[in-house]
């Protein structure tokens, strides 16, 4: 019997705009989440999640239940989109190291930038907050420090909290590679967050 998903999805077959909107609706936030989670920042998170759903409505006539999870569908489109992104920082990190090395700088100011990119309400946070949100930050920088092949599935397992027989279908490996890669990625942010945790006592 079709999930909620796929019944949307269906109806999108048939012409139905509004019932994409749902699909929309319901996993934009998640998706969004997954994208961040993955290295990307949020505005660029944002386009990324918004071509992932015009990709999935383009392919709305081919759709067919069964064949795949949708979630599965949604994430995998997503994942290579962020492959992609990351890619193509990379390039543009490259090329900009190779500028710099040969004298070029950038005209913009660094304290300018810093400003402009730092969260607006930071300062009218309670302590506890601000404590909460750093550690966030620091387990944030840590994941993206991850070598990719172990970032994805670690993301998709402990934060989109998907089931191994899924992820294994995401990233097109056997679930028992899965697993040992959820196992090391563990073990080795484990170790980047070793220095931030308090002991009991």
């Not at 392919?59 to 962020?82: D, E, Q, V």
Request: aromatic share 8%.
């Amino acid at each position: 019997m079709p999930d909620l998903d796929d019944k949307l999805m269906l109806r999108c077959k048939n012409g139905d705009k509004s019932a994409f909107e749902l699909v929309v609706e319901r996993h934009r936030l998640p998706l969004v989440n997954f994208i961040i989670r993955m290295g990307i920042d949020y505005e660029t998170a944002e386009d990324i999640a918004q071509e992932t759903f015009i990709r999935m409505y383009r392919a709305a006539p081919r759709y067919k239940t069964g064949s795949a999870k949708f979630t599965t569908w949604m994430y995998h489109i997503a994942s290579n989109l962020c492959k992609n992104e990351l890619r193509n920082r990379g390039r543009h990190s490259r090329y900009m190291a190779d500028l710099k090395l040969n004298g070029w700088n950038d005209d913009g100011d660094d304290t300018q930038d810093v400003i402009a990119t730092a969260p607006a309400d930071v300062i009218y946070q309670p302590e506890q907050q601000l404590e909460q949100k750093e550690l966030q930050n620091i387990v944030q920088r840590a994941i993206e420090k991850l070598p990719e092949k172990y970032r994805l599935p670690l993301v998709l397992r402990d934060i989109q909290e998907l089931d191994y027989r899924e992820i294994s279908k995401i990233v097109k490996i056997p679930v028992g590679t899965v697993k040992s890669r959820i196992n090391r990625a563990r073990l080795m942010l484990k170790e980047k967050l070793k220095s931030y945790v308090i002991p009991n006592t």
